[in-house]
């Protein structure tokens, strides 16, 4: 199947030469809400996945790596929202803001398209792993730039800690197969758990945590599919013992893209395409295949409404949506280069995917 190519447009509409714009009234950026580290980072992080970034994409690369150098304390922790008064909000700290950083700081440090993006990248990532964050959210995205680190520095020690602490922060994922999570509660970005405890056990060489990060993903894939095509957890989370959401209850984009990120992961770790159903069901959730079904992919303005409601898509178009879009489109790329599977039977299903890796 032939995906959208991915469109920036929206997102230099969104960028001015401070940084990323976080919201949107439609299609028009609100200056009022100044900007956040969370999705300049994300920004970042789509330009750095570009293969042949053009020289636009390497500008707006090296304007989010300057917010993110304004944005990082001498000690490695980060201040997370400006307004658009240019002035800073809050003290430096390890929330999401954080781990979303060291998250894109890893990635351009490896595939950044310019020599200096990569260097400051770099130095930047091992400031930030000084400190830590009590929450798993925000370590889990710490680990996937660790990961990224990884694959061309192994051994580094810094990767490796921030690895292993995160770990720690994430918890063991629980034995009951009706809850294999190590918490209590889904929550915002809940792929990003998955694939952190995933990109622990393969870089740690921990073959058991492997296995249960894939069994979490496996079951997460289940959890967030409905009749066929992706259902997933919205904005207000998910306990143990709680009724499925109503469909379309306030479905985030965000979650998606999360959910592609880690089926791409696992493909990658255990030499299995098949775990690439799961990234076909995020692009379909994009393009209509959902509870709703409509399309939250605007090819006119190359944006993203902000999510799913009982009453339809939003109107508005956010960077944190539009952001979330431009990586699954990017993914979709690899799915054109896959082998050819056949449509239906087991071995082309997420869970299949999951079960039969989780037992290799």
Not at 57 to 75: D, I, M, P, S, T
Not at 289 to 303: M, Y
Not at 336 to 352: E, I, K, L, N, T
Request: charged share 20%; aromatic share 6%.
């Amino acid at each position: 199947m032939k995906y959208p190519d991915a469109q920036f447009s929206h997102l230099q509409r969104l960028t001015d030469n401070i940084g990323l714009l976080q919201h949107a009234d439609g299609v028009v950026p609100l200056h009022t809400d100044g900007y956040s580290v969370d999705d300049v980072a994300r920004g970042l992080l789509v330009v750095c996945r570009e293969p042949s970034p053009s020289q636009e994409l390497v500008v707006l690369g090296r304007r989010y790596l300057y917010f993110l150098a304004q944005a990082q304390a001498l000690g490695g922790k980060f201040r997370n929202h400006l307004g658009y008064d240019r002035q800073w909000r809050g003290q430096p700290g390890t929330e999401d803001g954080w781990g979303c950083a060291l998250w894109a700081l890893g990635t351009a440090a490896v595939r950044g398209p310019t020599a200096g993006i990569r260097e400051e990248s770099f130095m930047r990532f091992s400031r930030g792993t000084r400190v830590s964050s009590p929450s798993a959210h925000a370590m889990a995205f710490a680990a996937l730039g660790a990961a990224e680190i990884l694959d061309s520095h192994p051994g580094y020690s810094a990767a490796l800690a921030l690895l292993y602490r995160a770990r720690v922060a994430i918890g063991d994922p629980a034995a009951d197969a009706g809850w294999p999570w190590p918490a209590p509660r889904l929550g915002y970005a809940s792929g990003a758990v998955a694939e952190a405890v995933i990109v622990s056990g393969h870089y740690l060489g921990d073959d058991r945590l492997l296995r249960k990060g894939l069994r979490m993903l496996e079951w997460l894939l289940a959890v967030e599919t409905r009749d066929g095509h992706l259902s997933v957890v919205s904005r207000q989370g998910r306990g143990r013992g709680e009724a499925a959401p109503l469909p379309a209850s306030d479905q985030c984009p965000a979650e998606v893209a999360a959910l592609a990120d880690a089926c791409v992961r696992a493909a990658t770790v255990t030499a299995d395409d098949t775990w690439l159903a799961g990234v076909r069901m995020c692009l379909a959730w994009f393009l209509g295949d959902n509870d709703a079904k409509v399309p939250l992919i605007d090819e006119r303005t190359g944006g993203c409404s902000d999510g799913l409601t009982g009453a339809g898509r939003s109107r508005n178009q956010g960077a944190e949506s539009t952001l979330a879009m431009i990586a699954v489109l990017q993914h979709g790329r690899r799915l054109v280069a896959a082998p050819a599977r056949a449509s239906a039977g087991q071995g082309d299903s997420p869970a299949g995917a999951g079960s039969k890796a989780a037992r290799d």
